[in-house]
């Protein structure tokens, strides 16, 4: 029923088309504010209005409906940490985000979602992955929009179960602090927290985190560390040549010279 002016009896204009003086449909829901992605509202009160600079109207109809989002929306907390949540987003990683990232595989994903409740490596791995694969399938109009916040939140989960596995790393009782750990899925998580943070704009965090991906893979004792079958080294392999890309398309300063990765020939052909 389209709404009607009570003097009048003809049908009024939502209030964005009215703030915007264009032509609206006089039904919830118009076409104009669905074109414009803006939330359609019909109040009764008719205020006089100052006049407004032009191209700030639609600006301030996506504000007012960023504030109220942020009111009405949670940081959606309990879907993120739900199994299924994850699960689902595993066919999307499948097509949008491994084969440009083929280090871990869709199949290695699920197995790391399953234990991700007692192992703090495959936790801080499970919500990067859920961060890059909804960077790359979901938009957002601004830097604080519906989509943002969840990223956002994910990545502060993510970096609070990968901050946690040094901590874990250490050795109470003896008030030491035990080796780095320095695994693909470690610098794996880096890469995936670096390209989302890129993303939010936080340019100086995405940077920390990409170098210091890139200084735990610098770490790496090839001869004691890493396994020689071949599909582990050619996994090692993969990963250093993501890390190179990132460096190179983000102009991160060489530092990955002298690695055993570049030079060495491929057991895979």
């Not at 009764?44 to 942020?70: E, F, M």
């Not at 999307?92 to 994903?109: A, D, G, H, K, R």
């Not at 179960?161 to 695994?183: H, K, S």
Request: charged residues 20%; proline residues 5%; hydrophobic residues 35%.
């Amino acid at each position: 029923m389209k709404p009607t002016d009570n003097n009048s009896g003809k049908s009024r204009a939502c209030d964005g088309c009215r703030l915007r003086k264009v032509k609206c449909h006089g039904i919830p829901t118009c076409t104009q504010c669905t074109h414009l992605n803006l939330r359609c509202t019909f109040t009764n009160s008719v205020a006089r209005r100052t006049p407004t600079i032009r191209g700030t109207l639609i600006a301030q109809l996506r504000s007012n409906r960023s504030k109220d989002i942020a009111v009405k929306t949670p940081l959606t907390q309990p879907a993120t940490r739900t199994v299924a949540f994850f699960f689902n987003l595993l066919p999307q990683f499948s097509e949008f985000v491994y084969p440009l990232n083929p280090i871990i595989s869709p199949q290695e994903m699920r197995q790391a979602i399953q234990t991700m409740d007692s192992d703090k490596e495959d936790e801080a791995l499970v919500y990067a992955f859920a961060a890059m694969t909804i960077n790359r399938t979901r938009s957002s109009w601004t830097l604080h929009g519906e989509v943002a916040i969840l990223i956002t939140d994910l990545i502060r989960c993510s970096m609070r179960a990968y901050r946690a596995v040094d901590f874990e790393a250490a050795n109470l009782q003896t008030d030491t602090l035990g080796p780095l750990a320095v695994t693909i899925k470690r610098i794996l998580t880096c890469i995936f927290l670096s390209v989302c943070l890129a993303t939010l704009g936080q340019l100086d965090r995405s940077f920390a985190i990409l170098r210091e991906g890139i200084t735990m893979l610098q770490t790496v004792d090839f001869q004691r560390h890493i396994s020689h079958d071949p599909s582990e080294v050619a996994k090692w392999q993969r990963l250093y040549w993501e890390v190179y890309i990132r460096k190179t398309l983000g102009n991160v300063p060489s530092i990955l010279r002298h690695s055993p990765y570049s030079s060495m020939r491929s057991p895979c052909g």
